[in-house]
């Protein structure tokens, strides 16, 4: 099979066009996200094209130092977004979440390369790129099931303090809440694995086929990394839910609410 074909600067240029009947649909729909959308492509490009550069660097030179240096960066700015918007939650409940992504990311991550492709840990080709999919989407299932949790508990607030007062377990009252979360996280991974193949092709796959690799071998590549990613998802998901849910009650089994 042939190798990718190499785009000139002109020829990439040219699907910058695609963002002019953007721009064109968005000011006839009345959607005054114009500047949002020219700032996001120009930040995506800049950023991108930063990180190519530095990648090429350091599968060039190989030095395990750079690949960690780099795999350390992605784990910090993850847990950083993953924060940023959670400044009312108990700092234990953010340890949970920050160390939840960092263990079970690299955990899974060291698994995938080591065990699975049988490369070196340190091999920036194999471990930055998959690291990018199971660390992110990690991030990702964490967000979206700490605010449906913290949502969930804003909602239920008088029912969880007369549950209390009843005599009820605070655990016992904040799990059925954890659970529904976990399971929203799921849906989106889920949702796409049972889109694959049919009724798109994932981003990896089709990366891999565009570069000459044979379709067999990247449709193994996608179910294993679809794999990954959901248990990444489901136990990043699991531990910070159910780590962190131990802060929103004390000692004496009292509620402690979550400030608004």
Same mark, same amino acid.
């Given at each position: 099979?042939?190798?990718? #074909?190499?785009?000139?600067?002109?020829?990439?240029?040219?699907?910058?066009?695609?963002?002019?009947?953007?721009?064109?649909? +968005?000011?006839?729909?009345?959607?005054? !996200?114009?500047?949002? *959308?020219?700032?996001?492509?120009?930040?995506?490009?800049? !950023?991108?094209?930063?990180?190519?550069?530095?990648?090429?660097?350091?599968?060039?030179?190989?030095?395990?130092?750079?690949?960690?240096?780099?795999?350390?960066? +992605?784990?910090?700015?993850?847990?950083? *977004?993953?924060?940023?918007? !959670?400044?009312?939650?108990?700092?234990?409940?953010?340890?949970?979440?920050?160390?939840?992504?960092?263990?079970?990311?690299?955990?899974?991550?060291?698994?995938? #390369?080591?065990?699975?492709?049988?490369?070196?840990?340190? %091999?920036? !080709?194999?471990?930055?790129?998959?690291?990018? +999919?199971?660390? $992110?989407?990690?991030?990702?299932?964490? %967000?979206?099931?700490?605010?449906?949790?913290?949502?969930?508990?804003?909602? =239920?607030?008088?029912?969880?303090?007369?549950? *209390?007062?009843?005599?009820? =377990?605070?655990?016992?009252?904040?799990?059925?809440?954890?659970?529904?979360?976990?399971?929203?996280?799921?849906?989106?991974?889920? %949702?796409?694995?049972?889109?694959?193949?049919?009724?798109?092709?994932?981003?990896? +796959?089709? $990366?891999?086929?565009?570069?000459?690799?044979?379709?067999?071998?990247?449709?193994?590549?996608?179910?294993?990394?679809?794999?990954?990613?959901?248990?990444? #998802?489901?136990?990043?998901?699991?531990?910070?839910?159910?780590?962190?849910?131990?802060?929103?009650?004390?000692? =004496?089994?009292?509620?402690?609410?979550?400030? %608004?």
């Amino acid at each position: 099979m042939s190798g990718i #074909v190499d785009l000139s600067v002109i020829r990439f240029a040219m699907i910058y066009l695609l963002l002019l009947v953007v721009l064109f649909i +968005m000011k006839k729909a009345h959607i005054a !996200q114009s500047r949002l *959308l020219l700032v996001a492509s120009i930040r995506m490009t800049v !950023q991108l094209v930063i990180v190519g550069f530095v990648l090429e660097y350091i599968i060039y030179t190989k030095n395990p130092i750079y690949t960690l240096l780099f795999l350390a960066l +992605m784990i910090g700015f993850s847990i950083y *977004l993953m924060l940023k918007n !959670q400044k009312k939650l108990p700092r234990y409940f953010k340890w949970a979440m920050s160390l939840a992504l960092l263990i079970s990311g690299v955990l899974i991550l060291i698994f995938f #390369v080591v065990g699975v492709v049988k490369q070196s840990f340190f %091999n920036g !080709q194999y471990t930055i790129p998959l690291a990018g +999919m199971i660390i $992110g989407n990690s991030m990702t299932g964490i %967000n979206i099931a700490v605010k449906s949790f913290v949502e969930s508990v804003d909602q =239920e607030r008088l029912k969880i303090q007369t549950l *209390l007062n009843l005599g009820i =377990e605070p655990e016992a009252i904040l799990r059925p809440m954890a659970n529904r979360a976990l399971e929203t996280a799921l849906i989106p991974t889920l %949702n796409s694995m049972l889109g694959l193949g049919i009724i798109f092709l994932p981003g990896m +796959m089709t $990366g891999q086929i565009l570069s000459g690799t044979l379709p067999t071998t990247a449709i193994m590549y996608q179910i294993a990394i679809m794999i990954a990613i959901a248990a990444s #998802v489901c136990i990043a998901v699991f531990f910070a839910l159910y780590i962190g849910l131990k802060s929103l009650y004390n000692s =004496e089994k009292q509620f402690i609410p979550i400030e %608004n």
